[in-house]
């Protein structure tokens, strides 16, 4: 039940997602504002409160929720902290908009669908961005109209300029390449059944040790292939770009080709600097979203049974990885609750 006009919202986590949503909920988002902020740290807590009227700073998870100012919890904590947090929310009934990944593997994703399906209904939406993106909403609207006939392929390029500190190989597939895991289900509407991981040679802006670029291919259970180029050190900037072959045409997005310039004996656009920028409206339509359906008393959104899958095609990944062979996903039965 919502108790307020205005959504209070506990954001957990004081990070780098976590600030960023503390200055979407407080400056742009409507209908909401930051009731309480919880980090560990209980001093830079405070320290984002302070800035923000209103809002109380806590170190524990477990009191931030009981508090009655209250309503609902984005969770923008470290993965390994989210299963606990989650069980906690759904003690108090609380919708929870929960950050990648929902847990950090496919057996604690399994335990926290169970819980949901025992509270009798959906609690939870995954921040997975990427479907609020405009491009990719076009994408899949012309998907959806089977102008293009039936896809068969998707090509999928995913680049960040930098990677950050302890990055590792298995974070390429279960942190970078968990986005296209999602948005490759969600465009196509089918699960994703096998994963196979190859490795060019790696490239010399990577640290030492870390293979990155690598090449992934996804198989789904409705026959399409589908491949995703990641490489988290290519150093000109952030680019995700996605490019489905249908029967009878192509559709491709990300070129972003929204303004070219031509100067100086060149033509060109620029480049975003990393994925807060390149999907700044998506996180801001995606909380948005987020807080009317609450308000509504509904959930909308990627459901916990896409973190789940998420999470199974990750384990898959990363064993494909280390055992360098095609591995297909073991994915539970669907529960009547995410049909
Ligand atoms: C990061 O965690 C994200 O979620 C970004 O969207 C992705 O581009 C990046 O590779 C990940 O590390």
């Not at 209904?121 to 609207?141: A, I, N, P, T």
């Not at 992934?216 to 990641?230: M, R, S």
């Not at 988290?232 to 249908?246: K, L, P, T």
């Not at 600097?273 to 339509?285: K, M, S």
């Amino acid at each position: 039940m919502i108790h307020h006009d205005s959504l209070g919202v506990a954001v957990i986590g004081a990070g780098r997602m976590g600030a960023d949503h503390v200055r979407r909920i407080s400056e742009v988002t409507s209908g909401a504002h930051v009731a309480a902020i919880v980090d560990l740290d209980a001093d830079r807590a405070k320290a984002i409160a302070a800035g923000v009227e209103g809002c109380a700073a806590f170190d524990d998870v477990a009191e931030a929720m009981a508090s009655p100012a209250v309503d609902a919890v984005l969770l923008a904590s470290p993965g390994v902290a989210h299963e606990a947090a989650l069980l906690t929310a759904f003690d108090h009934d609380l919708p929870v908009l929960c950050e990648k990944p929902l847990t950090p593997d496919a057996a604690s994703a399994l335990r926290v669908l169970k819980a949901e399906q025992r509270l009798g209904h959906r609690r939870v939406q995954v921040g997975f961005m990427r479907r609020y993106d405009h491009e990719y909403l076009k994408l899949k609207s012309l998907l959806d109209s089977g102008e293009l006939g039936r896809p068969l392929m998707m090509h999928n390029r995913h680049r960040n300029p930098s990677s950050p500190p302890d990055f590792t190989t298995a974070m390429l597939i279960n942190d970078s390449v968990t986005h296209e895991m999602d948005i490759i289900r969600w465009l196509l509407g089918q699960e994703i059944t096998s994963v196979t991981v190859m490795r060019p040679t790696s490239s010399g802006n990577a640290p030492q040790g870390l293979a990155d670029p690598q090449f992934v291919v996804f198989e789904t259970d409705g026959g399409v292939l589908a491949d995703v180029e990641i490489y988290v050190n290519a150093r000109y900037g952030y680019q995700v770009q996605a490019e489905a072959v249908c029967e009878n045409g192509t559709a491709r997005i990300g070129d972003r080709h929204d303004m070219l310039v031509t100067s100086r004996g060149r033509w060109g656009g620029t480049v975003t600097p990393g994925f807060v920028e390149r999907f700044e409206e998506a996180y801001d339509r995606e909380v948005q979203a987020w807080v009317d359906a609450t308000r509504r008393g509904e959930v909308t959104g990627p459901s916990a049974w896409d973190g789940y899958a998420v999470a199974a095609v990750c384990e898959a990944g990363v064993r494909a990885q280390t055992e360098d062979r095609r591995i297909a996903v073991e994915l539970a039965d669907r529960p009547a609750l995410y049909r």
